[in-house]
């Protein structure tokens, strides 16, 4: 079993910035990638980022690239997503998962590939 916290989300002003941390415990020898995902009040659940374990390989949404960086310290268990030049529709839950199958191209975005999630943490960008 892999365990999964997040820390790091709040309030901020649109423009602003913020650093999510996912602390990753248990049998983290599984993990293959580690994803984050949001939602917002009222809509489903999105896909934001991901990267491989190994922090190499990392896909993004839309709507974050140039504003999110996701990474992981080689060797750190915790994964994090720099969010920067936030808006106020980025306010959501952001949750991370991880996952222990293949993660490729096509299907780095698949939410149910992802076994473990976090409790999620909120962001709020005010205007």
């Known amino acids: 079993q892999v365990q999964l916290v997040e820390s790091g989300g709040g309030n901020v002003q649109a423009g602003g910035s913020l650093r999510l941390s996912c602390a990753a415990s248990?049998?983290?020898?599984?993990?293959?990638?580690t994803g984050w995902y949001r939602q917002a009040s009222g809509k489903e659940r999105e896909f934001v980022a991901a990267?491989?374990?190994?922090?190499?390989?990392?896909y993004y949404a839309d709507f974050v690239k140039g504003r999110f960086t996701i990474s992981r310290a080689s060797a750190e268990s915790t994964v994090y997503l720099q969010m920067n030049s936030l808006k106020p529709e980025d306010t959501a839950v952001y949750s991370c998962a991880a996952r222990g199958t293949r993660y490729s191209l096509s299907n780095y975005d698949s939410s149910h590939e992802y076994a473990y999630w976090g409790q999620g943490t909120q962001v709020t960008v005010s205007s």
């Open positions: 990267v491989d374990w190994s922090g190499s390989m990392a």
């Open positions: 248990g049998s983290t020898n599984l993990i293959t990638a």
